[in-house]
């Protein structure tokens, strides 16, 4: 794949917090019409990162470019031309979505049919028509977040980065949300997005990078991945590969351990 296909590039990032390495010499691609997931534990570093690609953290060192642009520097171009999908719901409670699309559609110089059509059809698939005259404030966090999800894909971004999109969604707006980004990946765009569960990054992926306190610790295919967790042993799949990589393996169990001998003791 040649080097204009690649629409995110991550080379050696590092970021501190007084004594906290939340990013430690992190590099990763994402290519043209792929989706990409960032998979870890919590706090493992992916929503830091995100921050950084966003241009909203400075990085203590390494390059990042987004689709040939500097985050900090070409911030303005960057805004038009990705979309962000945030970990927390928050913003612009106080308008309904209709008031918050009238004012991303004035914005971003949204107009036309075909932009009416598209937002009816977002929010008819997400079922959102019946709260869209109510204020964000009073929806619940699902609902927040799937004005979030249609507020960042509407003007069609190339690079679309999510941190933790499906949290907080129904069974069936998660699928609703699944199909959404394979028709953005058909069409050409990129997809980042964040994670901490294994069956999401698998589910979605077309590429995982596996994050371990701040380090990337595997990067590859879900079949490259699957090949790994094979050479562990023939019972060894993807989400063995992902605990033993994250150090959770062996923790949990030790950890059930302690909790139970606790609890037990408790009653006696
Ligand atoms: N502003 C900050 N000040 C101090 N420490 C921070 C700050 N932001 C993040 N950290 C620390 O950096 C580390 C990485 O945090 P980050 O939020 O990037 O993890 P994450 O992988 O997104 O986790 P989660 O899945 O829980 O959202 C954590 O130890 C966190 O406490």
């Known amino acids: 794949m040649s080097e204009s296909n690649i629409m995110l590039k991550v080379e050696h990032i590092s970021k501190s917090f007084e004594n906290v390495h939340a990013v430690n010499d992190l590099s990763f691609n994402i290519k043209k019409g792929e989706i990409y997931g960032l998979l870890g534990p919590n706090g493992a570093g992916k929503t830091t990162t995100i921050k950084m690609i966003l241009g909203l953290l400075e990085p203590n060192e390494g390059n990042i470019d987004v689709l040939?642009?500097?985050?900090?520097?070409?911030?303005?171009?960057?805004?038009?031309?990705?979309?962000?999908?945030?970990?927390?719901?928050?913003?612009?409670?106080?308008?309904?979505?209709?008031?918050?699309?009238?004012?991303?559609a004035s914005i971003r110089k949204l107009q036309g049919e075909r932009v009416s059509e598209k937002l009816a059809q977002y929010l008819d698939s997400l079922g959102a028509v019946e709260y869209y005259e109510r204020l964000i404030s009073t929806l619940s966090r699902g609902n927040k977040q799937k004005i979030?999800?249609?507020?960042?894909?509407?003007?069609?971004?190339?690079?679309?980065?999510?941190?933790?999109?499906?949290?907080?969604?129904?069974?069936k707006s998660v699928k609703v949300v699944k199909e959404i980004l394979e028709l953005h990946t058909q069409r050409g765009g990129s997809v980042l997005f964040s994670t901490h569960i294994m069956e999401v990054a698998e589910d979605l992926c077309d590429r995982i990078g596996i994050v371990n306190q701040g380090k990337l610790v595997a990067d590859g295919t879900i079949d490259e991945l699957r090949e790994k967790a094979q050479k562990l042993g023939p019972d060894y799949d993807l989400e063995d590969i992902f605990l033993k990589l994250t150090d959770q393996d062996e923790s949990v169990n030790e950890i059930i351990e302690k909790l139970r001998a606790t609890m037990n003791g408790n009653h006696k």
């Open 148 to 171: 979030q999800i249609i507020a960042a894909i509407l003007h069609d971004p190339e690079l679309l980065i999510m941190d933790e999109p499906l949290a907080g969604l129904d069974a």
């Open 68 to 104: 040939g642009l500097h985050p900090e520097r070409d911030e303005v171009e960057l805004k038009n031309r990705i979309g962000y999908v945030s970990e927390e719901p928050l913003i612009y409670k106080s308008l309904t979505p209709k008031e918050l699309f009238n004012f991303i």
